[in-house]
């Protein structure tokens, strides 16, 4: 058996921090987790040789069926990005819509 070391008051020197306390409670039960479960959005594809090639990746990712990704902007690819982002794709510049996709990608 080890002993147990007694509990060192001194001042904690400059830069050094006080270990935290564990958890009163198991966090895992305490309900869903916040964040992605997963790799999500652009974390989980390849960037394209172009932004509009990104978008169009981002949309395969999240089903929203661009159709091939090619690079181009196309009609596919402009219903698809209306699929996801709904009126709010509208007047969106390609890094503003990849930016949004984003977003929304990972607040599912």
Not at 18 to 39: F, I, K, R, V
Not at 56 to 83: H, I, K, N, S
Not at 98 to 107: K, Q, V
């Amino acid at each position: 058996m080890i002993p147990e070391a007694p509990e060192d008051d001194r001042p904690l020197a400059f830069g050094e921090t006080e270990a935290l306390p564990p958890p009163l409670h198991d966090t895992n039960q305490l309900g869903p987790n916040l964040l992605p479960s997963g790799q999500c959005g652009l974390s989980a594809i390849d960037a394209g040789s172009s932004p509009v090639m990104t978008l169009q990746r981002l949309l395969q990712e999240g089903d929203f069926a661009p159709g091939a990704a090619d690079g181009m902007m196309g009609p596919r690819t402009r219903q698809a990005l209306q699929r996801a982002l709904g009126d709010s794709a509208t007047g969106l510049t390609v890094t503003e819509a990849i930016a949004a996709l984003d977003r929304a990608l990972c607040a599912e």
